[in-house]
């Protein structure tokens, strides 16, 4: 067995558990690129081109790899609406005629009281409208 084979395994290996404790990404970059190097070295390349292999790998996964992980990684529970946040700028099939009094519309299968967000619009069972907020228990609604 080539010793270059596991010199870059066991590089390869130990950047892997250094990621472990810095979660930055950068070190599994550089892991990725040795392990390809192994895998150079396993097919019976020299070493320059295993130093060239390992390079080029570390380089296009700092440029491919890396941004992808890092989003993937930052993303942010506040992002994601909940609760009435998620109903406002939904779509809504009207159940019973909507206007200033009276109407139930349908959001996501759940039934809702609605009164059209302008006051001089009504629109009648059937229609799509969208919810543009919610007051209460009352969804105001608009038709696109």
């Known amino acids: 067995m080539?010793?270059?084979?596991?010199?870059?395994?066991?590089?390869?290996?130990?950047?892997?558990?250094?990621?472990?404790?810095?979660?930055?990404?950068?070190?599994?970059?550089?892991?990725?690129?040795?392990?390809?190097?192994?895998?150079?070295?396993?097919?019976?390349?020299n070493e320059p081109i295993q130093a060239v292999v390992f390079a080029v790998v570390s380089a296009l996964s700092f440029v491919a790899v890396r941004p992808t992980l890092r989003r993937y990684m930052q993303r942010d529970e506040r992002d994601t609406q909940m609760g009435v946040e998620a109903i406002e700028g939904s779509m809504a099939l009207v159940m019973e005629?909507?206007?200033?009094?009276?109407?139930?519309?349908?959001?996501?299968?759940?039934?809702?009281?609605?009164?059209?967000?302008?006051?001089?619009?009504?629109?009648?069972?059937?229609?799509?409208?969208?919810?543009i907020e919610i007051k209460g228990a009352t969804a105001m609604v608009w038709k696109d």
Do not use: H, N
């Open 2 to 45: 080539d010793v270059w084979l596991i010199v870059w395994l066991i590089v390869g290996a130990a950047l892997v558990a250094a990621e472990i404790f810095t979660t930055t990404f950068v070190l599994l970059m550089f892991a990725i690129g040795a392990f390809a190097a192994a895998g150079a070295a396993a097919l019976g390349a």
């Open 97 to 131: 005629d909507v206007d200033t009094d009276s109407g139930m519309i349908k959001i996501d299968g759940e039934l809702w009281r609605a009164r059209p967000y302008d006051a001089t619009q009504t629109f009648a069972a059937g229609e799509r409208v969208r919810v």
